[in-house]
């Protein structure tokens, strides 16, 4: 029933039809006069007058012109709607024609005014998806540079190895840029010149063999003046550049930035790569530069971490003296020994198949044995004899005033003892049980330096070890 009704409404029509219906109702009228007319004048008296045809043809003129009027509106409202229908379709960049000064000119500069806006604020839409999309690439950049350098840091506060450490800091520094390869140049300990600590990426077999004195032009004139190097498409290398350095770098492009400790020169940290046109932003110079700080800390901390072991005198797990003090007291009883021409014994320990034992029980089981074995060390010797921890199971013992063969009877006496503690009793495994071999030597029958007596004593350790294990050998 509805449906019925809704064909009889006009709010169902379409404009086109709407006005037609509005040109009918006005056609009504002249229709009504046409019919009256012919009514009382024409049909009655059979008779035509001009009067009576001039009313009917003005009557069909103006509802023709109504009719026209109508459709030239009609017509342009359904051009203007058509435009707006294909603008709303994504053609954003059409243009209503705009003839005639009237309201629908008026609709039609509405409709460009507002399609113009749209467009400017989709091109600007458009720029700052682009910018924002930068941006967040570039802060996508920063942050992993930025978990990169708390990574680092984190492995130098929680003491990492300092080689391990080392190597991190260059695989993250490669990232920089989007380089191909990472190098970090370092000054060993006693050298003069920098060489190849690590390398990260693809680079040449030759950069391995490179060694560049620190009394070169490009140390001279560049790093030790704390400038960095800077060779791509934009910036030409320093004149002082040293032909055997580039040439062992071969890269097109490279940026690398020295490291300094105190005002001396201690490393150089490189990246580089092989693009053509290539050129290193302000950026990569600011980020390499934070890294190479945060290797300077790393090296300082080696530094210091050295200098802390050798200011320590005891062993952390067994309580015994370390390796460097008992190289700087074997050193002492060296010199009074020669200056009051008494003897002086030194002796090296090992514990036989340690390495088996502490596979097989585990690490806090080997631990528990090396306290142990110090302890019965330590209950064997006098109290002017010193005795530390100087390897993973090596032990070794200073005996003053004692010769070799007095040292013999001193270390067959500890080896009896340990392998008591560990291999006998009712209770005993074999698979627990643990012995020592032992190496003597003497000063100054077999030398007068540390380095000396060290060796001839692990020398005859070796010869212990090879003819059965659980013995004492003296030359």
């Not at 500069?109 to 700052?128: C, P, Q, V, W």
């Not at 060296?334 to 088996?356: G, L, S």
């Amino acid at each position: 029933m509805d449906n019925k009704l809704n064909r009889f409404s006009l709010n169902s029509r379409t404009v086109k039809q709407k006005l037609m219906v509005a040109f009918q109702l006005m056609s009504i009228l002249p229709f009504l006069v046409c019919v009256y007319l012919l009514s009382i004048y024409i049909f009655p008296r059979f008779g035509v007058k001009l009067e009576i045809i001039m009313y009917l043809g003005v009557s069909a003129f103006l509802a023709v012109v109504g009719l026209l009027v109508i459709k030239e509106v009609f017509d342009r409202l359904t051009s203007v709607a058509n435009e707006a229908k294909l603008i709303a379709g994504a053609g954003i960049r059409r243009k209503l024609e705009v003839g005639q000064s009237d309201e629908v000119t008026e609709l039609s500069n509405i409709l460009n005014h507002l399609t113009l806006r749209i467009r400017n604020n989709m091109e600007e839409l458009k720029a700052y998806s682009e910018n924002t999309t930068k941006i967040n690439l570039e802060i996508q950049k920063k942050i992993i540079v930025l978990s990169n350098l708390m990574q680092i840091s984190g492995l130098i506060s929680e003491g990492a190895k300092f080689e391990e450490t080392l190597k991190i800091s260059v695989e993250k520094s490669r990232a920089l840029a989007n380089s191909e390869a990472a190098f970090l140049l370092y000054k060993e300990e006693g050298q003069d010149y920098l060489g190849l600590k690590v390398g990260d990426g693809i680079y040449p077999d030759d950069l391995s063999q490179l060694k560049l004195s620190l009394q070169d032009k490009i140390c001279q004139k560049v790093f030790n003046l704390n400038k960095l190097l800077i060779q791509d498409a934009q910036s030409k290398p320093q004149e002082a550049l040293n032909a055997d350095f580039t040439a062992c770098l071969q890269f097109k492009n490279c940026l690398a930035m020295p490291i300094l400790l105190k005002g001396e020169l201690k490393g150089i940290l490189g990246i580089a790569n092989n693009r053509e046109g290539f050129a290193y932003q302000q950026d990569d110079l600011e980020l390499l530069d934070i890294f190479s700080k945060q290797i300077a800390v790393a090296m300082e901390n080696d530094i210091l971490a050295h200098r802390v072991e050798k200011l320590e005198i005891k062993d952390n797990l067994t309580g015994l003296y370390n390796r460097y003090f008992i190289d700087s007291r074997l050193q002492e009883e060296i010199k009074r020994a020669i200056a009051y021409q008494r003897p002086c014994a030194f002796v090296v320990f090992d514990i036989d198949n340690f390495k088996a034992y502490r596979e097989k029980f585990g690490l806090i089981f080997a631990e528990a044995a090396l306290k142990r074995v110090a302890g019965l060390i330590r209950e064997s010797i006098s109290e002017v004899d010193r005795v530390g921890r100087t390897g993973d199971d090596e032990f070794s013992l200073i005996l003053p005033e004692k010769n070799k063969r007095h040292a013999q009877t001193v270390a067959e006496e500890i080896c009896k003892k340990i392998k008591a503690a560990f291999c006998q009793g009712k209770d005993a495994d074999e698979s627990k049980c643990l012995t020592f071999s032992a190496g003597v030597s003497e000063n100054p029958l077999d030398g007068v330096a540390v380095e000396q007596l060290t060796a001839k004593a692990k020398e005859l350790l070796k010869k212990a070890k090879a003819s059965g294990k659980n013995k004492v050998v003296v030359f």
